[in-house]
């Protein structure tokens, strides 16, 4: 297969995660055929991809074997997971599968979807966490509380201002010190190739539902976030791009709470301040291209809403008369 006829499965394509990579690849890489997937049916990102697939939750049992047949059916080279779950089965299964997967080592992919986990592996290696027990070991013990899944949803299931843990099971919640301060995002890119941190960048942002509304490149707590990154990738098989959240405290102190192993949901608007991870992936993955060192610009980004209208039952595919933007 020549470079001119490659294919990218993107998943998750009804969220903004799975959105803004699609994106990048059409503008960077126009000739890459896109195939998409969601769970369900229809959603805002149908139009942007040359095939769409639904397909089961990505810890459903017949997940991989519906992944598999995508694969074979399209000839697909590289699989960019978008969701948490998605990259931890598909990076479970990939000697099982057909083509590349953009991830991390299976190790640091566990230890990351279970922010308990997640707490324990920074405690054993002395990086920065914010302090988290389990329910049933939660006495009141911090300030401020707040319980959390122990496995992805993002900001979904989140309960502020704890006193006791009834009702959380230790299987299912952590509770975690909550902190006073400015929240920040810091994405990293570690090559697939050598192994070196090819730059970060860092994000104070607004959300709202969980997905960043606004937000601002700032640089002046890069120099610690590079060290805590670095611990990181000294002990854990971490590649591509991964996200680290923190709360920057009033006396400076910079605690990061919960670490994604994958594409994050600002890769869009990060791509334009020059930090490329989504076109990295696909440099090094499917062109061998290696990364080189990284240098991000100042700004900020606002989003907005965009209406998509589909003209008929049918949203599978890029089809121009299937679809209206505005």
């Not at 639904?54 to 978008?82: A, M």
């Not at 479970?92 to 057909?98: E, I, L, R, S, V």
Request: with cysteine; aromatic share 12%.
């Amino acid at each position: 297969m020549n470079d001119k006829h490659k294919c990218i499965l993107v998943t998750g394509i009804g969220g903004n995660v799975g959105q803004g990579i699609i994106r990048i690849i059409r503008n960077e890489f126009p000739e890459i055929k896109i195939v998409g997937t969601n769970v369900t049916e229809f959603s805002a990102g149908n139009h942007l991809v040359d095939k769409f697939y639904k397909v089961p939750f990505g810890y459903e049992i017949n997940y991989i074997h519906v992944v598999k047949n995508i694969v074979l059916e399209e000839c697909v080279n590289l699989i960019i997971p978008s969701t948490d779950y998605e990259s931890y089965f598909l990076t479970k299964a990939k000697d099982t599968m057909n083509c590349l997967i953009a991830s991390s080592g299976i190790e640091a992919l566990k230890i990351y979807l279970d922010k308990y986990l997640s707490y324990t592996y920074h405690s054993t290696y002395k990086i920065p966490f914010a302090e988290t027990v389990l329910p049933s070991k939660f006495k009141n013990q911090f300030d401020k509380s707040i319980a959390k899944p122990r496995e992805g949803r993002g900001s979904k299931g989140v309960f502020s201002n704890i006193v006791n843990a009834e009702g959380f099971k230790d299987e299912d919640y952590i509770i975690q010190k909550e902190y006073d301060g400015i929240e920040i995002t810091t994405a990293a890119y570690i090559s697939y190739i050598t192994g070196e941190l090819c730059g970060i960048i860092t994000f104070i942002r607004t959300l709202e539902n969980g997905a960043t509304t606004y937000c601002k490149v700032v640089s002046d707590y890069n120099g610690t976030l590079e060290n805590i990154i670095k611990k990181i990738m000294t002990t854990l098989p971490i590649r591509g791009s991964f996200n680290i959240q923190s709360i920057v405290t009033d006396s400076g102190k910079i605690v990061p709470f919960e670490v994604n192993c994958r594409i994050s949901g600002t890769n869009s608007i990060r791509h334009h301040f020059g930090f490329c991870d989504v076109k990295n992936t696909v440099n090094e993955l499917i062109y061998k291209v290696c990364t080189q060192e990284m240098n991000t610009t100042n700004g900020f980004a606002y989003r907005m809403l965009t209406d998509i209208i589909y003209n008929s039952d049918n949203a599978n595919g890029n089809k121009e008369d299937n679809f209206i933007k505005f």
